[in-house]
């Protein structure tokens, strides 16, 4: 069974027609570049992750094209502002909205006010979460991520991440510093996704928030660069009053049930985490 066989000839189509298989997928981890995949290869593999874990019809799809707009380090496949009419006829405007809102959505993911990290606030009586805003990479200013559309982005962050990750899994610092990342989102995901992202955590053995500032540190230090205002503001979380440095805390205190000091497999697989980063 091919993998173009699990995807609609439509779409496949469509991806043909966008050039996608002629553009080289580069990306941090070389087990994931310069072997020949093409972002066409990773649209699919995006897609066949977002089925399997069961996400709703729009979400599948929009996986298929999420960075079709622009990629994390910024090449752009197609110009949105010629592709958005095109893609909203033809793939529907709840999809062509992930497509267009992802770019934005994904360079945000170190704010705290990000897709990952903003309070999940609850309105309308709890039946919805509110409205965030986050910098707009395509256009420029602030967009509004609405409420409704924020937990299929969370989808798509992850399934992007794991896709390209998942053979980057054996710095047990970088996975405590992944998983705190996510962490704040769990609530918004498929359990198949927060499996996926827990597993950051059960690889993280013996890893602690100082850990995670050290690391960040020390590559920024190896790489003779000054560390951006971005990052310094992000490891503030990790530092004494921190978020995260606070969740690290408290999972010491509450995931521990038998108080022998350690937390072993069953207490961590039973621990809310949500307890952790209770929104405002």
Same mark, same amino acid.
């Given at each position: 069974?091919? @993998?173009?066989?699990?995807?609609?000839?439509?779409? @496949?189509? #469509?991806?043909?027609?966008?050039?996608?298989?002629?553009?080289?997928?580069?990306?941090?981890? %070389?087990?994931?570049?310069?072997?020949?995949?093409?972002?066409?290869?990773?649209?699919?593999?995006?897609?066949?992750?977002? +089925?399997?874990?069961?996400? %709703?019809?729009?979400?599948?799809?929009?996986?298929?094209?999420?960075?079709?707009?622009?990629?994390?380090?910024?090449?752009?496949?197609?110009?949105?502002?010629?592709?958005?009419?095109?893609?909203?006829?033809?793939?529907?405007?709840?999809?062509?909205?992930? *497509?267009?809102?992802?770019?934005?959505?994904?360079?945000?993911?170190?704010?705290?006010?990000?897709?990952? #990290?903003?309070? &999940?606030?609850?309105?309308?009586? /709890?039946?919805? @979460?509110?409205? $965030?805003?986050?910098?707009?990479?395509?256009?420029?200013?602030?967009?509004? *991520?609405?409420? +409704?559309?924020? =937990?299929?982005?969370?989808?798509?962050?992850? &399934?992007?991440?794991?896709?390209?990750?998942?053979?980057? !899994?054996?710095?047990?610092?970088?996975?405590?510093?992944?998983?705190?990342?996510? =962490? %704040? =989102?769990?609530?918004? #995901?498929?359990?198949?996704? +927060?499996?996926?992202?827990?597993?950051?955590?059960?690889?993280?053995? /013996? =890893?602690?928030?100082?850990? $995670?500032?050290?690391?960040?540190?020390?590559?920024?230090?190896?790489? !003779?660069?000054? #560390?951006?205002?971005?990052?310094?503001?992000?490891?503030?979380?990790?530092?004494?009053?921190?978020?995260?440095?606070?969740?690290?805390?408290?999972?010491?205190?509450?995931?521990?049930?038998?108080?022998?000091?350690?937390?072993?497999?069953?207490?961590?697989?039973?621990?809310?985490?949500?307890?952790?980063? @209770?929104?405002?």
């Amino acid at each position: 069974l091919r @993998i173009t066989d699990q995807v609609p000839e439509d779409l @496949i189509e #469509m991806l043909d027609e966008l050039g996608t298989g002629a553009v080289v997928q580069k990306v941090t981890h %070389p087990l994931h570049s310069a072997f020949g995949r093409t972002l066409r290869d990773h649209f699919l593999s995006c897609y066949l992750l977002a +089925r399997e874990w069961g996400n %709703p019809d729009h979400v599948c799809v929009a996986s298929l094209f999420h960075a079709l707009y622009q990629r994390g380090d910024g090449m752009r496949a197609v110009d949105f502002t010629e592709y958005r009419p095109l893609l909203q006829e033809k793939l529907g405007e709840d999809v062509e909205e992930l *497509i267009y809102l992802f770019p934005s959505a994904h360079k945000s993911v170190l704010l705290e006010d990000g897709l990952l #990290m903003a309070p &999940i606030v609850k309105v309308d009586d /709890g039946e919805e @979460i509110g409205d $965030i805003q986050v910098p707009n990479v395509l256009e420029g200013g602030m967009v509004t *991520i609405p409420g +409704r559309c924020r =937990a299929g982005l969370v989808e798509l962050e992850v &399934i992007n991440s794991h896709d390209q990750n998942v053979l980057e !899994n054996s710095n047990s610092v970088h996975n405590l510093w992944s998983f705190y990342v996510h =962490a %704040p =989102a769990l609530s918004l #995901m498929s359990p198949s996704a +927060r499996e996926t992202i827990g597993e950051f955590m059960v690889k993280a053995p /013996g =890893a602690t928030c100082g850990d $995670i500032l050290e690391w960040h540190e020390q590559r920024f230090s190896d790489a !003779n660069q000054e #560390m951006p205002d971005l990052w310094k503001k992000h490891l503030e979380l990790f530092r004494k009053g921190g978020k995260f440095f606070c969740a690290e805390e408290q999972m010491q205190v509450l995931a521990d049930e038998n108080d022998d000091g350690e937390i072993d497999w069953e207490e961590f697989t039973t621990f809310d985490w949500d307890t952790c980063f @209770i929104s405002e």
